[in-house]
């Protein structure tokens, strides 16, 4: 399946060809190459938010794994339906949208979720 890798950071220079090939045969040894993989790097200042957002956790962390396929639909379902998040006006419009999914999403499985786009403009 497939397996996505973003850098949101410039602390650590990066090169994703390497990381690419090494996270292909880590998911070889481990047997989960049927499973979609998304790796996204980020500075400190990000992953502490996420950290806080996601575990009521205020500090940085190395790693956090969840899964983001409901959010990630739901984003991309919102785009389809014409939802943009290029100006403020526009970001609070498909924010309240996502945020209405997720949270009738949370209420039927429990988990609590939030838009991708959670703090882009505020």
Request: overall charge positive.
């Amino acid at each position: 399946m497939s397996l996505g890798i973003r850098n949101l950071q410039r602390a650590v220079p990066l090169r994703r060809a390497p990381l690419r090939r090494r996270l292909e045969l880590v998911r070889g040894i481990l047997g989960v190459r049927k499973f979609d993989l998304g790796v996204v790097c980020v500075d400190n200042k990000r992953i502490q938010h996420i950290n806080r957002t996601y575990r009521g956790k205020d500090v940085p962390t190395d790693v956090l794994s969840f899964p983001f396929h409901e959010v990630t639909a739901t984003h991309g379902l919102c785009h389809l339906l014409g939802f943009t998040h290029s100006t403020e006006a526009a970001w609070q419009k498909m924010y309240q949208k996502e945020m209405e999914v997720l949270e009738e999403l949370g209420r039927h499985t429990g988990d609590r979720l939030q838009p991708l786009s959670r703090g882009l403009f505020g």
